[in-house]
């Protein structure tokens, strides 16, 4: 019988939030599964607001992280995607029932019975842990082939953030040249959207809180415009103007001083997940027959076409390399959002076992 599989890691033990060193097992090597040396994963919000129980389904002790890439050392023995050597990733998701409708249309991120990387449990009521830790094993078919000219480190972010905005794009119709697309919140999520939103050739506005951020927007990033939202000036000089809004705040904000700036059928997607309901007021809906959605990362098939167009279009996340022991500051930063805009550990050099 095989044998599982060492891991070490960092991991959450109560709603603290901090981390530490944590040893554990990863399940042995099926016939489908693909074993990784993880050499980085990028920090998600999700990883932050999950360590510290800030959406109530907290299943400690947590290994976060779903921005995973790295090397693969074995490979069961039905495996046909990979091979020892490969480059591969592992997005937000490892497993679902493979049976239902969503499932049959690649959306499996929208399978009643998904399983996620870390903080949820596996049909054989095993934990899942994340990628904060040295080794990983995952079925093929929840893997991601990673493009060979394609850095492993400043790519890593897009496996969640690149297909949390890639996904309500295309899916949405908002991938169109000419087009013109804002985007809220100049974070994690918000610069990624902006470099996908300008490789599908639309125009972009970025909408935030902070003036401090207009000279990145446009200068690094690309934007075509700027508004700060706070500023009501703007916002009603820029109102009925945009096609569509990818919305990536965490935090409490109005909409509707998002929706005036839509045009009528205009589309607003939420792609950040405040803690607190938000007010939806019906009237500036109902004028201009516009609507409020949602979207939620992306199937493997889609998260294999973001990759592929990303490579193709090199677009990377910008991010600061961390060390594994600077993951507690790391988290205390994120939460002031002092970081831009994506903090990735090179978890190959600097995660010891203990």
């Not at 934007?223 to 109102?239: C, G, K, V, W, Y």
Request: contains cysteine.
């Amino acid at each position: 019988m095989a044998k599982s599989v060492s891991a070490v890691g960092y991991a959450a033990r109560d709603p603290s939030g901090i981390l530490s060193p944590f040893n554990f097992s990863r399940r042995a090597v099926a016939d489908r599964d693909v074993q990784f040396k993880v050499l980085y994963c990028g920090i998600c919000h999700s990883d932050l607001h999950s360590i510290k129980n800030e959406w109530g389904n907290a299943q400690y002790p947590i290994v976060p992280g779903h921005e995973v890439v790295g090397v693969v050392t074995e490979v069961g023995a039905k495996v046909e995607k990979f091979k020892p050597g490969d480059k591969v990733g592992v997005g937000c998701l490892v497993n679902s029932c493979r049976s239902c409708d969503q499932c049959a249309d690649g959306l499996e991120n929208y399978c009643p019975q998904l399983v996620l990387t870390y903080n949820t449990v596996l049909p054989d009521g095993s934990a899942t842990y994340g990628g904060y830790s040295d080794v990983m094993v995952a079925d093929e078919d929840f893997v991601i082939r990673w493009p060979d000219n394609f850095p492993m480190d400043k790519g890593a972010p897009l496996l969640c953030a690149g297909i949390t905005t890639y996904s309500p794009l295309r899916y949405f119709g908002l991938d169109k040249p000419g087009l013109h697309v804002g985007v809220v919140g100049l974070g994690g999520l918000g610069h990624v959207a902006v470099k996908f939103a300008k490789a599908f050739g639309t125009k972009v506005t970025v909408i935030s809180t902070s003036a401090a951020k207009k000279k990145e927007a446009m200068e690094i990033l690309g934007a075509d415009a700027f508004l700060i939202s706070r500023d009501a000036a703007e916002m009603q000089a820029a109102a009925g103007t945009l096609d569509g809004i990818i919305d990536t705040v965490s935090a409490q904000h109005p909409l509707p001083p998002l929706l005036s700036l839509l045009k009528a059928h205009g589309k607003l997607v939420l792609v950040g997940a405040p803690e607190k309901p938000l007010e939806l007021p019906a009237f500036p809906i109902i004028a201009g027959r516009k609507t409020v959605a949602g979207s939620m990362i992306g199937g493997l098939k889609e998260t294999q076409e973001m990759i592929d167009f990303a490579a193709k279009h090199n677009i990377t996340a910008e991010v600061e390399m961390i060390p594994m022991d600077y993951v507690n500051t790391a988290m205390e930063r994120l939460a002031k959002a002092d970081v831009k805009y994506r903090f990735v550990i090179d978890v190959g050099n600097t995660l010891k076992a203990q």
